[in-house]
């Protein structure tokens, strides 16, 4: 008898360090490899590349190489924008309906939407030989594009909650993304301008310099010397730009497939009923740290939106940095790339809203720089090299605090799951439609002030415009954005406690389904 209960002491006792041990495990598979966070960063490359293409290029190309009126480009850009933001909300609905499949919940959303997104993208870029539509052509083209990028950007977004449970792996793969996206915007920025900015783009000066008598005379002379051969190169180097970001949207999005496993979190596991989007809907719009946040980066990122739109017609016609712009661009995307890393270690050392205050307001004083000096080459990029400093802080820190948002989400309804591409997609929508109309506006604003379509040079009225879009308004959003943020609830002190809370509640729910299946296994 002694000998049997010491032979059954020996088993529980050999039982029990496994059991005890298995957190340490479980953490220990929690963390990814440099490669998996690498291959899911360079995931979020084609977003960046070709948002950062049409968001700096699209609209010049617009006016001055498909020649459209200002009217015209302003309902495609603010047409193309709303229903960009549009399309996060539904895509976030169908994905919250769809089920598992062997390739996860999100995967299958970016493998078919890649093939047709990458051709849409291409004709956007295609200037069509016909009199009449080419309106809706672009029109057309551009929503289709968005509506299919947005397949793969939202699930994309949403696959951070799913690489990983613990939240430090995630803030390191979010630096890791934002560093190659930052980098793709970069590459979007150097594709785009350095291949078209080797081709000069044919320009008409206007009748006060030619003459005043025979001006419609001489604007026509000019046009048919100068149009038919520079503007068809033109038009031939933004294809080849928009052929070589085709290649490398195919192949970002191969390695993230290859390279990321999306994780099925193990609540979700205990039922595979749908989950009710309307209902998950007025959970998220009802959670007051989400709404918040969303109140404080909505006005900062339009501000850089706005400051994108413009930038490249501010530098060629306002600065007068007609061959010079592309450079300029890739100065500023180049320091954003660069300072990434230092953001992520200033946030981890400071807290996340210090970052947001010193990162987003640093950019306040360069914007009144650049608009209030003279015209200066030189100045001009030491100021767009300091602003890329800010760039790189905007871009990291709204998805660097999404996560949290959600964590503390979870442990206020710990029964409620699958909703996090509602939290992502519903982020990007009110984004992308208020910078939508602030394109739309601006544009107009361009129409009223007098642009020239193709002109060498531009109306005062124009360039003071163009000033506004670029420093005024930018910098009174920024302010308002971070006087909004000071509401934002969650600071260094509640992110540790929701940590802590959802490591015992994960703990929790892991220790009842080991302790149901032991008990399982002893009826059997």
Not at 43 to 70: K, M, N, R, S
Not at 254 to 265: M, N, P, S, T
Not at 373 to 389: H, Q, R
Not at 476 to 483: A, T, V, Y
Request: aromatic residues 12%.
């Amino acid at each position: 008898m002694a000998g049997g209960g010491g032979a059954e002491r020996t088993r529980a006792g050999g039982l029990l360090p496994p059991v005890c041990r298995q957190p340490r495990r479980r953490e220990s598979r929690e963390r990814l490899s440099v490669c998996s966070k690498l291959c899911y960063a360079v995931g979020g490359a084609p977003y960046q590349i070709t948002g950062c293409a049409l968001g700096f290029f699209l609209q010049i190309y617009l006016l001055d190489v498909a020649q459209l009126d200002p009217f015209y480009a302003s309902i495609i850009l603010f047409v193309g924008r709303a229903w960009d933001a549009i399309t996060d909300p539904m895509v976030g609905f169908f994905i919250s309906k769809t089920s598992w499949t062997r390739f996860g919940r999100l995967m299958p959303w970016i493998i078919f939407s890649t093939p047709f997104a990458v051709i849409s993208y291409f004709l956007i870029w295609f200037v069509p030989d016909i009199s009449r539509g080419q309106v809706m052509w672009y029109l057309v083209f551009y929503c289709i594009f968005q509506t299919l990028v947005t397949c793969f950007h939202v699930p994309y977004s949403a696959l951070t909650m799913f690489i990983s449970r613990e939240q430090s792996e995630r803030d390191s793969a979010t630096a890791y993304r934002m560093t190659v996206e930052v980098l793709g915007t970069v590459l979007g920025t150097a594709i785009q301008g350095q291949i078209v900015g080797n081709v000069i783009t044919p320009c008409i000066e206007s009748p006060l310099f030619i003459g005043k008598t025979n001006s419609s005379v001489a604007m026509e002379e000019l046009n048919m010397t100068h149009d038919t051969g520079s503007l068809t190169d033109t038009r031939n180097a933004y294809m080849i730009a928009a052929g070589v970001i085709v290649g490398l949207y195919i192949l970002c999005a191969v390695i993230l497939l290859v390279g990321v496993r999306e994780k099925r979190e193990s609540s979700e596991l205990q039922s595979d009923e749908p989950v009710s989007f309307f209902q998950g809907l007025k959970l998220v719009m009802n959670h007051g740290a989400y709404i918040k946040l969303i109140a404080g980066f909505l006005f900062t990122s339009l501000a850089f939106m706005l400051l994108e739109g413009n930038f490249a017609l501010f530098c060629t016609y306002t600065l007068g940095f007609r061959n010079e712009f592309q450079n300029i661009l890739l100065a500023i995307m180049l320091s954003a790339t660069l300072t990434i890393p230092l953001w992520q270690w200033f946030l981890t050392r400071f807290g996340k809203k210090t970052a947001v205050y010193v990162g987003i307001s640093s950019a306040i004083p360069f914007l009144i720089m650049v608009a209030v000096l003279d015209s200066n080459l030189i100045v001009t990029y030491i100021v767009a090299i300091a602003a890329g400093i800010s760039v790189a802080a905007a871009f990291l820190l709204p998805w660097s605090m999404l996560p949290d948002v959600i964590d503390d989400f979870k442990l206020q309804h710990p029964d409620s799951h699958g909703h996090e591409a509602i939290f992502f997609s519903f982020y990007v929508f009110f984004t992308k439609f208020t910078s939508g109309v602030s394109l739309g506006i601006s544009t107009l604003s361009l129409d009223f002030a007098g642009y020239q379509t193709r002109g060498c040079s531009q109306p005062s009225e124009v360039n003071f415009t163009l000033k506004m879009l670029v420093s005024a308004v930018p910098v009174g959003l920024i302010l308002l954005g971070l006087l909004l943020f000071k509401l934002y609830p969650i600071d260094e002190e509640k992110r540790r406690k929701n940590k802590k809370a959802l490591q015992d509640l994960r703990e929790e729910s892991n220790s009842s389904s080991e302790s149901d299946n032991t008990e399982l296994a002893s009826i059997v």
